[in-house]
């Protein structure tokens, strides 16, 4: 693997089993990841987009393991990460982190946000005693808070300090690569500024690499470098952010973006409306342009 490239992901599918009956016989399966491969660049945001169901975080979470894969393959650096056994996987997580849609419930109310934050530098003994309570207080000023909210528990904060307390549990490792799976969504709008300016904030500031998993374009548009396009658990699109929003070229992606609210009141924006008959569903991707593929 090319030292440039920190993930590569190749041919990754994830199929539930669909029961039924008394014995739950298993009738038939659910491909919600059905062939995904792409790469990721060190210190690049790669935007995974599609609507609600299409398969993104599902393949956030094969990727980090929290749900075993069916098949293909995840090299991190020159390891493959769905062949680790458990010791090797602890290793690994130091090095992979999520940051999780809702702050509400990713969060154990029973802990102070000390103590959860500490749990992680305890486990993979980066830290103990005083050092552990000085790291805690040091990321907590990272994201924006205050070293003194170690001590509050998860209802005494708002939900976007909530999201702030998540991202800074899964910096507590130190890691390379950040899976954000709709870390906004959450969120008020006026918030969500906030969270997406501190993440492009800490990347710069870290040197992280994050696979942003969104269903809100714009939120894409203002974060990505990279956006790769989902459609029923397949990659339909992928492309340089710019590029893609200006000429986007599979049927799916251009339904996608005419979607978008346009602020203008005047303006009549025309919308796409996608024949799913019009395009092949398994084709695969090949490079309609430079650095840009599409499965058209």
Not at 49 to 69: D, F, M, P, W, Y
Not at 83 to 100: E, G, N, S, T, Y
Not at 127 to 152: I, N
Request: with cysteine.
């Amino acid at each position: 693997m090319s030292d440039d490239i920190l993930l590569r992901v190749k041919d990754l599918k994830k199929h539930f089993p669909i029961k039924k009956g008394l014995f739950s016989r298993v009738v038939g399966q659910v491909k919600a990841v059905d062939g995904v491969s792409f790469e990721l660049r060190r210190g690049e945001v790669l935007g995974l987009v599609g609507e609600s169901g299409c398969g993104k975080t599902t393949t956030g979470r094969v990727i980090l393991r929290l749900i075993e894969a069916t098949g293909g393959e995840v090299w991190y650096e020159d390891q493959d990460v769905l062949k680790l056994d458990k010791r090797a996987m602890r290793a690994m997580r130091r090095k992979m982190q999520i940051v999780f849609q809702d702050p509400y419930s990713s969060l154990n109310p029973r802990l102070t946000v000390g103590s959860m934050i500490e749990e992680a530098l305890t486990i993979h003994r980066l830290a103990s005693g005083q050092k552990a309570k000085d790291r805690v207080a040091e990321l907590l000023t990272l994201v924006g808070l205050a070293p003194h909210h170690a001590r509050r528990y998860p209802h005494e904060f708002s939900g976007g300090q909530r999201q702030r307390i998540g991202v800074a549990r899964a910096l507590a490792v130190d890691p390379q690569l950040i899976i954000a799976d709709e870390p906004v969504s959450a969120l008020d709008v006026s918030i969500q500024a906030q969270i997406l300016n501190l993440l492009k904030d800490l990347k710069q500031r870290l040197g992280l690499t994050y696979v942003f998993v969104a269903h809100d374009l714009a939120v894409v548009e203002h974060i990505s470098d990279r956006v790769a396009v989902m459609y029923l658990g397949r990659i339909v699109e992928l492309a340089d952010a710019s590029d893609l929003f200006a000429s986007p070229r599979h049927p799916y992606t251009q339904a996608l973006l005419s979607a978008i609210p346009v602020a203008d009141p005047d303006a009549r924006p025309t919308r796409v409306v996608m024949d799913p008959r019009s395009f092949d569903r398994r084709a695969p991707l090949r490079e309609a342009a430079p650095g840009h593929w599409t499965a058209v």
